[in-house]
């Protein structure tokens, strides 16, 4: 697996650290500020200070394309934006009134809406996301869930899901368990 090294935990290096994990590199984030308060309180995130980003309290958007590329690939992070308070602005209701009573809805237009927010909440929460851990256990290799939960197709792309961002800890052929348990 191939490593990378960010420089900046901004929208811009979050969000290409999330690009790179989605397609299988194996990325560190180093940002030179202080980190965010481990509680999110989104009447605190306005205190928090990064010395290169004096616009964090400030709103902002992550546009369609980048809102439509953690919606394919981190579902957890939506449910995590979206509970920050994190909104989802449609195209349309970013148009001029002059222009919205012109518009007619095209196909694709929904692929435009945008993520709003105090870039500290999104920087928070994006940081949270990026350091979430899940852990599963199992006696079975992994090779072996597809057939025992019988459906090879939705086993592979859960595993997908759960492994692109993860690591795999062999512990060998025998549990600890069976090495330890008195003869009988």
């Known amino acids: 697996m191939t490593n990378?090294?960010?420089?900046?935990?901004?929208?811009?290096?979050?969000?290409?650290?999330?690009?790179?994990?989605a397609n299988g590199f194996e990325v560190d984030v180093l940002e030179r500020d202080p980190a965010p308060p481990e509680q999110f309180d989104p009447t605190a995130v306005s205190a928090w200070r990064r010395r290169g980003a004096p616009q964090v309290p400030h709103p902002h958007f992550l546009m369609g394309g980048l809102r439509n590329l953690i919606?394919?690939?981190?579902?957890?992070?939506?449910?995590?934006?979206?509970?920050?308070?994190?909104?989802?602005?449609?195209?349309?209701?970013?148009?001029?009134p002059v222009a919205?009573?012109?518009?007619?809805?095209?196909?694709?237009?929904?692929?435009?809406?945008?993520?709003?927010?105090?870039r500290s909440t999104l920087e928070i929460v994006m940081r949270r996301y990026e350091r979430a851990s899940t852990l599963l256990t199992s006696n079975r290799p992994v090779d072996d869930w597809g057939k025992l939960l019988g459906d090879v197709a939705a086993v592979s792309a859960m595993l997908d899901r759960l492994l692109h961002h993860g690591h795999v800890l062999k512990c060998g052929p025998r549990s600890w368990r069976t090495k330890t348990a008195p003869a009988s």
């Open 71 to 96: 919606y394919a690939h981190h579902a957890k992070l939506v449910d995590a934006l979206l509970e920050a308070g994190v909104w989802e602005l449609p195209f349309e209701d970013t148009l001029h």
């Open 100 to 118: 919205r009573s012109n518009y007619r809805a095209r196909p694709g237009d929904a692929q435009l809406t945008a993520f709003v927010s105090r």
């Open 4 to 21: 990378v090294i960010v420089i900046g935990a901004g929208i811009a290096g979050l969000s290409g650290a999330l690009a790179m994990q």
